[in-house]
C-alpha cells in the first residue's frame, strides 16, 4: 500500500470510531496534508513523533507570541523567555502524546503498519 491509500484507510477507521473529526483531523494537520507533507494522523503516530512535532510547534507558536509580548511589555529576559517555551513545548508535546496514545488503544485503532 502507499502513503494515499494508508491515508484513506486510517481516515475510514477514524471515521467510524468514537473521535471526533476535529481530534483526528485538527486543522495543522490538515494545514500539513495541503503543504505537501506526508504525515499520518496523530492516532497513528508513535509517541515519540507526536511529543517532537507538537511540541516543537506549539513551543515555537508560544515562544514567539510571548516574545512580542513581552517585547511590547519591556518583559523578560530572551533566556528566560526561550526556557519558558522549551517548557511549555515539552509539557503540550508530552500531554498530547499520551493522549493520542491512550485515545488510539481504547478506540481499538490499528497500527499504521497494517493498515
Same mark, same amino acid.
Given at each position: ?6 491515508? #484513506? ?13 476535529? *481530534?483526528?483531523?485538527?486543522? =495543522?494537520? *490538515? $494545514?500539513?496534508?495541503? $503543504? %505537501? ?7 497513528? *503516530?508513535?509517541?515519540?513523533? #507526536?511529543?517532537? $512535532? @507538537? /511540541?516543537?510547534? =506549539? %513551543? @515555537?507558536?508560544? /515562544?514567539?507570541?510571548?516574545?512580542? @509580548? ?9 533566556? =528566560?523567555?526561550?526556557?519558558?517555551? @522549551? ?16 485515545? %488510539?488503544?481504547? #478506540? ?6 497494517? $493498515?
Amino acid at each position: 500500500m502507499d502513503y494515499q491509500d494508508k491515508l #484513506n484507510a486510517a481516515m475510514k477507521e477514524l471515521e467510524q470510531s468514537k473521535i471526533s473529526k476535529s *481530534n483526528y483531523a485538527p486543522p =495543522f494537520f *490538515n $494545514l500539513l496534508l495541503k $503543504l %505537501g507533507f506526508k504525515v499520518r494522523p496523530y492516532h497513528y *503516530n508513535s509517541p515519540l513523533v #507526536n511529543f517532537i $512535532l @507538537l /511540541g516543537s510547534c =506549539f %513551543g @515555537l507558536t508560544w /515562544g514567539l507570541a510571548m516574545w512580542v @509580548l513581552a517585547g511590547l511589555m519591556g518583559g523578560d529576559s530572551p533566556i =528566560f523567555s526561550l526556557s519558558i517555551a @522549551l517548557m511549555a513545548g515539552a509539557m503540550f508535546g508530552g500531554l498530547m502524546a499520551l493522549y493520542y496514545k491512550i485515545s %488510539g488503544k481504547t #478506540n481499538h485503532l490499528s497500527e499504521w503498519s497494517q $493498515l
